[in-house]
């Protein structure tokens, strides 16, 4: 079994906290890139309203991007410099912003988008890499549950500014606003950020890197618990509403209780195995969730599950470290992770959605039972194979 990876500051070694932070601001507008389009929708329907079908494929059209490269974005970004690829992706997608911001015809758009969603990947492989590194052995856990709230973080900090900056200039400014701030973030990197040297090896080949990393169990085991908690996240943030009687207030502490989870699995991956951790997530989701629906959908209960639930990706990806050691390859895994998770937030969705709209609670229990069965089967069986080697 890999043990825990010790990074170059070595267990002696201490966290460069000022850096994580910065990291992690930076990871705040890499997840805007989804937050910016999805919550204004509305306004973007308004600006096209030729085409209604295709505005939520601006949205969309990032993940799909994460679907299809996610595998091989960790070989590359590593081989090609982690801090050099960082820098690139943060000045393309502060400029893609600017240009977004003239609102050019829907094509166009589209295409700007699938440019940006590259730019995402890059950031959301670069980044926890780096932050990893950059971390003692004893706060590596925390540091990589604080990366695993960026995505949560990041949402609801633009949902709160996101009235004001439509009031004062529209989608224009909120797209300006990104741009600047991706470019603000990414002088401090290039002045912060120690240059991280490019891997040595061959060039990176499309279908063996996805060969490599779904045949090896260190670098599948972070990916392969998140997939199915991604698929219940967000559709349970969209579905639970429909089915739940709560004030608004009551319903905005549901991605709050998540982020508490989240932190939380990286004080306990401190002491324990983050894969024990994922694994006793799912079961008290499940525990959870039936005393949701036995409650007929207390509010309050609702909430402790996404609590529990939210430990999932914290211990996803406080694992990559702990059973990657080397630079490359905690880079694969992570690309590994961000193609698994866009794949469980596309299908999760409409998933959710079709069944509860048939089958109300109910449904919605038996998906969230037979999901959280599914990630402890996996993680069980691909510990059983970390073990064995």
Not at 12 to 17: A, E, I, L, N, S
Not at 76 to 88: D, E, I, N, Y
Not at 242 to 248: P, R
Not at 281 to 308: D, H, K, P, Q
Request: hydrophobic content about 60%; glycine content about 12%; proline content about 5%.
């Amino acid at each position: 079994m890999t043990s825990s990876a010790h990074s170059p500051n070595g267990s002696g070694g201490r966290t460069d906290w000022p850096l994580i932070a910065l990291l992690f601001v930076a990871g705040l507008f890499a997840a805007a890139q989804f937050g910016k389009y999805s919550l204004t929708l509305r306004e973007l329907a308004l600006i096209y309203p030729d085409s209604p079908a295709l505005v939520p494929f601006l949205v969309s059209i990032v993940g799909t991007v994460g679907v299809i490269f996610g595998a091989v974005a960790g070989a590359l970004v590593a081989k090609l410099g982690m801090s050099r690829m960082l820098l690139l992706a943060l000045v393309v997608g502060a400029l893609l912003a600017g240009v977004q911001a003239l609102l050019l015809p829907l094509s166009v758009m589209l295409g700007l988008r699938i440019a940006g969603g590259f730019c995402h990947l890059v950031m959301v492989v670069a980044l926890p890499t780096i932050m990893a590194s950059e971390s003692s052995d004893r706060d590596r856990p925390v540091v990589m549950a604080i990366w695993a709230m960026f995505f949560g973080v990041s949402f609801a900090l633009t949902g709160l500014a996101l009235p004001f900056v439509l009031g004062l200039g529209g989608v224009p400014l909120v797209f300006l606003l990104h741009g600047a701030g991706l470019f603000l973030v990414a002088l401090a990197v290039w002045w912060r950020v120690t240059p991280v040297p490019p891997t040595e090896g061959q060039s990176v080949n499309f279908i063996e890197e996805h060969r490599t990393i779904y045949t090896t169990p260190s670098l599948l085991i972070s990916g392969l618990g998140f997939v199915w908690y991604t698929m219940m996240y967000i559709a349970l943030l969209a579905v639970l509403p429909g089915v739940i009687a709560a004030s608004v207030l009551q319903l905005a502490l549901l991605p709050i209780g998540s982020l508490v989870g989240t932190f939380g699995a990286g004080i306990l991956a401190r002491r324990f195995q983050p894969d024990s951790i994922a694994i006793a997530g799912f079961v008290a989701t499940i525990v959870a969730m039936a005393l949701v629906w036995v409650s007929g959908g207390n509010i309050w209960l609702a909430i402790a599950m996404m609590v529990v639930m939210g430990v999932i990706p914290g211990a996803s990806f406080a694992s990559i470290p702990h059973f990657n050691a080397a630079l490359k390859d905690r880079a694969r895994a992570t690309g590994g992770l961000a193609q698994l998770g866009n794949v469980g937030t596309t299908l999760g969705t409409p998933i959710f959605v079709m069944v509860a709209a048939q089958f109300g609670l109910n449904g919605i229990f038996g998906l969230v039972i037979v999901l959280s069965v599914a990630g402890i089967a996996c993680l069980v069986h691909i510990r059983a194979r970390i073990l064995s080697v």
